[in-house]
């Protein structure tokens, strides 16, 4: 069974204090590890897809990368603004649901001023 | 990316009754799916929607409780039927959008409370 952990549950930051998030996945055959941003009261935001072990994307002040096993959202300089929970997800080869990714419990993260 | 708008944002239920939410999206997909949000939990699909053909539903979850439409290509129905407080969760709609930077795009979900 696929499975998607994170880590910290939690996360407290003062503004401009990089740190990393992490996401280890068992996920069969990985088509795709996602992560979301999702503020309270609303959907998760897309915010980037990794497919291969070494790639990286980034995004302001975000950049996602993924290993065979792991995947890491590092901030750097964080904001205020950025605090939310942030979502990892992975989506395995196999299977007839397109859209069906595991997800993991999320960390909060919470940048203070 | 896709415009996702589900109604309604959140609601109060009683418990027996069933509640139906509305997705809409401002694009043409093939597939629409609906996520469940339970409190403290993390998301589970209940079901994949194409239009034309009968929802495909995950283990754990039946159509009887969750029967859903998909009249076309940018709308669908989710039911939460004969609600208990067990159903207290946010009810999110999703649509993938395809690419060489795949997306998979969510609603603002539903809020639901049953009583």
């Known amino acids: 069974e696929d499975q998607v952990t994170q880590s910290p549950e939690a996360l407290r930051l003062q503004e401009g204090e990089s740190s990393s998030l992490n996401c280890s996945y068992t996920v069969s055959g990985l088509r795709g590890l996602f992560w979301y941003r999702q503020d309270p009261g609303k959907g998760p935001e897309f915010l980037f897809t990794l497919y291969s072990a070494g790639e990286e994307k980034e995004k302001e002040r975000l950049k996602a990368t993924l290993t065979k096993k792991e995947s890491f959202l590092h901030i750097t300089a964080p904001k205020p603004e950025d605090s939310a929970t942030y979502l990892c997800?992975?989506?395995?080869?196999?299977?007839?649901?397109?859209?069906?990714?595991?997800f993991g419990q999320g960390t909060i993260l919470t940048v203070h001023p | 990316s896709a415009v996702i708008s589900q109604k309604p944002s959140r609601d109060i239920c009683q418990r027996g009754t069933s509640l139906t939410i509305q997705c809409q999206v401002d694009s043409q997909v093939t597939m629409m799916f609906w996520y469940r949000q339970q409190p403290g939990q993390s998301l589970t699909l209940i079901a994949t929607?194409?239009?034309?053909?009968?929802?495909?539903?995950e283990s754990g979850f039946v159509i009887d409780k969750f029967p859903i439409s998909r009249p076309n290509l940018t709308f669908s129905t989710l039911t939460v039927s004969n609600m208990s407080p067990e159903d207290s969760s946010i009810y999110l709609c999703?649509?993938?959008?395809?690419?060489?930077?795949?997306?998979?795009?969510f609603g603002s979900g539903t809020q639901l409370s049953v009583l």
């Open positions: 929607a194409n239009q034309g053909s009968e929802a495909t539903y």
């Open positions: 997800a992975g989506r395995n080869a196999g299977g007839t649901s397109y859209g069906k990714l595991t």
């Open positions: 999703s649509v993938a959008v395809s690419g060489v930077n795949e997306k998979l795009f």
